[in-house]
Each structure stands twice: as structure tokens, then as C-alpha cells.
């Protein structure tokens, strides 16, 4: 596990860091909670241990919600970015998607550069791939 999280950082774009680190952790967390469970459930293992290990287990199950808020937080697209998104798998340019939403130019390039950040990339054949790879682009 140790290898893919290097590999995972020292790999990918800035934007998909924390992402990439906080997928590894809920891996690693989720395997905590199993070995909890098994423990929890050993005939052996007395009341007041099997309690305070269950609380263990809910704080942890506690922070993999969080983990999962702070990802979708992070890389979900606004529906402003949805739409601009679905304009730019189109051969329009920007100009012409502002003009086709009616927003500033520079409205439209704002959320491009967040479309970008979002899917950690630069440019936008790169950004219309990670789209399709993620299934947001309408066919």
C-alpha cells in the first residue's frame, strides 16, 4: 500500500494530491475497521474493551465521512462548470461559449481554469479526456 501512496504523490498534479492521499487513507482506515470487527467479534475479548473499541471504530468510521466530504468538495464541479465543461468538448472557443451563456469572457475563462484545477490538468484536449474517463461529459 505504501508504494501506490508514492507512486500516487509523487505522480500526480498538485490538484489531485490530496485526493489521491485521502483515497489511500480511507483504504487504509476501512482496513482498521475490518480488523476491529474481528477482534470485536473474538469470544475472548472482554465487554469493556469490545465498548471502547467500538468507539474507536465509529471515530474512524467518523473520518472516513469526512474524508469523502473533502473530496467531493474539492473536485466536484460547480453546474456553472458542468455547462462550460459540456461547451468545451464543442469546437467552440471561449469567446464564443461566453457569448453562447451570456457571461463575460473572462467569466467563462475563470471557470475553465477551475474546470482545470478540478480535474488536475492544464490545457484542454487533457481536461476533455479526464472528463470522458470520469463520465462527465454528455455523449
Do not use: C, W
Request: glycine share 8%; proline share 2%.
Amino acid at each position: 500500500m505504501r508504494g501506490k501512496l508514492k507512486r500516487s504523490i509523487t505522480k500526480s498534479p498538485r490538484a489531485n494530491l490530496a485526493r489521491d492521499f485521502a483515497t489511500h487513507l480511507q483504504g487504509d482506515i476501512a482496513a482498521i475497521t475490518h480488523s476491529l470487527d474481528e477482534v470485536i467479534g473474538r469470544s475472548g475479548t472482554l465487554p469493556h474493551t469490545r465498548k471502547s473499541l467500538r468507539g474507536i471504530q465509529d471515530q474512524l468510521l467518523g473520518l472516513i465521512g469526512k474524508l469523502d466530504f473533502a473530496k467531493q468538495d474539492e473536485t466536484t464541479l460547480t453546474s456553472k462548470e458542468q455547462e462550460i465543461l459540456q461547451y468545451l468538448n464543442s469546437s467552440q472557443t471561449a469567446k464564443e461559449i461566453a457569448g453562447s451563456m451570456f457571461l463575460s469572457i473572462t467569466t467563462v475563462k475563470t471557470h475553465i481554469a477551475s474546470i482545470y484545477k478540478k480535474l488536475g490538468v492544464t490545457a484542454r484536449p487533457a481536461a476533455l479526456s479526464e472528463a470522458k474517463r470520469l463520465g462527465l461529459l454528455r455523449r
